[in-house]
């Protein structure tokens, strides 16, 4: 299984990313997807998850109203559209993939990809 994460990159405060994981390896459509971040000198935080058929998401609240998960069955791939960006969400962001139903925690799900970092500027 491999999860590739891509899309980050450096952004000024009050801008937008469309963070993407392309997943291969497994039946991408049997699998809840998840999005977690981890600043430095922090534990790796849950942002936001979405269910194998894309019908229910829950977001962490800090990101709540600025940040939409998402997922193309067909691509075998989920994306995290962030707007409003903070210096606080500045962060190593990772993807991750557990079967079946969504999680908000790290030890909820099997694989991961390698992350991809998102820096946003004050």
């Known amino acids: 299984v491999q999860l590739q994460a891509s899309g980050g990159g450096l952004v000024q405060t009050g801008g937008s990313l469309r963070l993407s994981c392309a997943a291969s390896?497994?039946?991408?459509?049997?699998?809840?997807m998840g999005w977690f971040r981890q600043a430095p000198g922090k534990e790796r935080e849950f942002v936001a998850t979405?269910?194998?058929?894309?019908?229910?998401?829950y977001y962490a609240d800090s990101v709540k109203g600025r940040f939409t998960i998402s997922r193309d069955n067909a691509k075998n791939t989920s994306y995290l559209q962030m707007n409003s960006l903070k210096p606080e969400d500045t962060a190593v962001y990772y993807c991750?993939?557990?079967?079946?139903?969504?999680?908000?925690?790290?030890?909820?799900?099997?694989?991961w990809g390698q992350g991809t970092q998102v820096t946003v500027s004050s």
């Open positions: 991750a993939a557990r079967p079946s139903y969504t999680g908000t925690t790290v030890a909820q799900y099997d694989y």
């Open positions: 390896g497994l039946t991408f459509s049997n699998y809840a």
């Open positions: 979405i269910s194998w058929s894309g019908s229910i998401t």
